[in-house]
């Protein structure tokens, strides 16, 4: 078999799964009573995949979730790339985003017993690339030259020990998601298809150690050693501190967060990273949420020879309309001051994105997105012969 005939028939395989999904999910719509977590199996068969299992009787939990999603591209690229969108980087072609698995033992934090818990995640699709970690863990599990742009990541792995002191005190070891940025690598908790360009330029994954402390309703702090942004062993010997803190009003209404990392990237050459992210969140009114979102970041040889900065500001601007519908807008202003995160030549990248999500199940979020991206400085465009794009998405997310 060649590898064009290879490639059409995953292709033929994808579309099939997507199509069988999309059929259970029609014959089994009526409309939801409320937006309450639900899994799919658990609406479907009266049990979840936990109980299904049988790991309930282990006190372990397992779900996952499916995103499956078409990013319209007018220009029609001969690469079929985006260019420097992420994650939904593929232009004009149905592709599975993620397909999530987890295994947990939760914590109950408010015990007052000494607990030991976990996770381990594994996720497969076309995000998965900009998941894995350098080294010996997931970057070479399958060969794209197999699977074209889907890959397998194994983004979470850690066991978390919980100690009933003060208010208590979790701590992880092992390899867990980034304490730095707003939007989430799961497609699940974020309202827009795409990303933003601070989000693909922040960790998203760190391997090490991480406490967690709440002081009380208002404060809670973190602080850890973990080896670099996206690394497991490849610079074992490159450590950072990473930590930071939330703080945020009785009423749970207006809140700042910050976090940061900082140390070596590398172990064989001068590399500091100082990286850190602000957030402040307000609701305007009950339904009406604004965030604010600021990121920095410098480090030294992020090219042989030559330091980098790069510093952001994402607003975000969502409203509840009910139950099932809300909606969103986005504004970025992404600047690379050196060329290092997106391309070889320094510039600006700004984008504007209005977003809905309809979750017409408790499990089931539909998500249409249009975005506008320009460029000064670069033209990362169309093959690179552009500096401006427009795109229409449209995925849906399942949880099960």
Known sequence: MTKLQTAQSQSLILLRLIKGLALILLGSFVPAASAQEQ???????GKDLTQ????NAFDLTVGGWATAGYTYNPLHPADRSNGTVQFNNRANELTLHQLGLFIEKPLDRSSQNWQLG??????????????????????????QQDLRYYDIALPQAYVELYAPLGNGISTKVGHFYSILGYESVPSSPNLFVSHSYSMKSSPFTMSGVL????????????????????????????WSFTG????????????????????DVDDTLPSHLTYYYSMLHQDLTTDLHYVLQHDYGEQQNALPGQH?????????????????????????WFHD??????????????????????????WLTIRPELRYDW??????????????????????????
């Open 39 to 45: 899994s799919a199996f658990k609406d479907l068969t």
């Open 308 to 332: 980098a900065e790069w510093y952001s500001l994402v607003h975000y601007l969502t409203y509840d309309l009910n139950q099932q519908w809300s909606a969103g807008l986005r504004a970025e």
């Open 375 to 400: 460029a000064v400085g670069p033209k990362p465009f169309n093959v690179e012969t552009r500096n401006n794009q427009l795109l229409l998405s449209l995925d849906a997310v399942i949880r099960f």
């Open 211 to 238: 406490t967690s402390y709440t002081v009380n309703d208002m404060l809670s702090v973190q602080a850890g050693a973990v080896t670099g942004a996206d690394n497991l062993d490849r610079y074992a010997g490159a």
């Open 337 to 362: 001051d050196d060329g290092t995160r997106f391309s070889v030549v320094p510039g600006s990248y700004y984008d504007i994105s209005a977003g809905a999500n309809w979750k017409p199940r408790a």
């Open 244 to 263: 930071g803190f939330s703080l945020e009003n009785q009423n749970h209404t207006r809140g700042f967060t910050f976090s940061i990392l900082d140390g």
């Open 52 to 55: 299904l299992t049988g790991l």
């Open 118 to 143: 976990g996770r381990f995640e594994f996720m497969f699709g076309t995000d998965t690339p900009n998941t894995q970690a350098t080294g010996h863990w997931d970057s070479r599990l399958i060969s």
